[in-house]
């Protein structure tokens, strides 16, 4: 577990451009431990300002357990990785009611998914029930045992891997616990010149442990906060409506976007907005973090295919060209 933010004074009130400042520290702190993935760091960042859980999906040894936990350091948040597999039960993950003979009472004791970033690691290995147990600590910040709800960490937030489903040993996510994340990424292989500076050991890269972290738990509150501050002009809402209206009227898509996935576009396009020091969003925010929304949400199959598609709605709807999105419009 990551006692980072119990080490660190609490972070006082920053304005806008500095919060602004402390999210491009971030990325460039995590990009030092994930070489060569910064634009993955990225996204992987704005859905948790955007209040979103992040599913990452590829092969082993691709770094996205490293990807999050380096987030988690940088963060400077409480950090536990729970590692899935077929024998699980749903206790392991929320946990258990105690009797303790001296009180003659039950007393709960927590599971590992009371903490602020939890890492599910290879969820997918894990069987439908395991799954869904946390459903309701995704969507609502809290769970539910023996009738007694507990809430969780404010800065609660899932970062879960997945091998991919061809592999032994694997169980397809359930739609419902799917549309929990705001963003499937895949990590790719590193590029070459990467990938050789690294088996040479001349890559710079630096030990998760060895992460300043740059936030906590309130000072990523505030960050969120700054974020839902964003300003969103009507031609924008208009172009992530026909962007949405598309989706469910081309055939090749079984079932179309939902709006809670418009509004975590918009929330999503808002943080990369917030990355690049504006104010405002504009169409390439939406463009910029549409591929990994749309990747699960439009039925098809294979990776390679749904990319297209995003692509190819994306192309179906053009941008208008007429008043500036800038809040002064």
């Known amino acids: 577990m990551n006692n980072a933010s119990a080490q660190m004074p609490s972070t006082p009130a920053l304005a806008p451009h500095d919060l602004q400042a402390a999210a491009k520290t971030l990325i460039a702190r995590t990009a030092q431990v994930v070489l060569g993935k910064e634009q993955v760091i990225r996204q992987a960042l704005c859905c948790v300002l955007a209040g979103g859980h992040l599913l990452l999906e590829d092969l082993p040894g691709l770094g996205k357990t490293t990807l999050a936990h380096a987030l988690a350091r940088g963060l400077g948040l409480r950090f536990r990785r729970l590692q899935f597999t077929a024998d699980m039960l749903p206790a392991d993950i929320l946990g258990v009611s105690i009797f303790e003979p001296q009180s003659r009472e039950f007393r709960f004791q927590p599971g590992p998914i009371f903490t602020e970033i939890l890492l599910a690691d290879e969820i997918n290995r894990a069987p439908p029930k395991v799954q869904s147990a946390l459903l309701e600590a995704m969507e609502e910040r809290q769970v539910t045992i023996e009738g007694k709800r507990y809430p969780l960490p404010e800065a609660f937030f899932v970062i879960a891997t997945q091998n991919p489903l061809h592999q032994q040993g694997t169980y397809p996510l359930p739609e419902s616990q799917l549309d929990r994340f705001a963003l499937i990424l895949g990590m790719g292989y590193p590029a070459p010149e990467v990938e050789r500076a690294m088996l040479k050991g001349q890559g710079g890269r630096t030990h998760i ?29 208009d172009y992530v409506q026909k962007l949405l209206q598309t989706s469910r009227e081309m055939p090749e898509f079984s079932m179309g976007l939902s709006p809670r996935a418009g509004l975590m576009l918009l929330n999503l396009a808002r943080a990369w907005a917030f990355i690049d020091q504006r104010d405002h969003v504009l169409p390439d925010d939406i463009q910029a973090v549409f591929a990994g929304l749309v990747t699960h949400r439009l039925p098809t199959s294979g990776a390679r295919q749904l990319q297209s598609s995003a692509e190819r709605l994306l192309a179906a709807v053009k941008v208008d060209n007429g008043p500036s999105a800038s809040p002064s419009n």
């Open 209 to 237: 442990n060895d992460i300043e972290p740059v936030l906590d738990a309130r000072g990523l509150a505030q960050m969120r906060q700054a974020v839902r501050n964003i300003h969103v002009a009507d031609p924008v809402i």
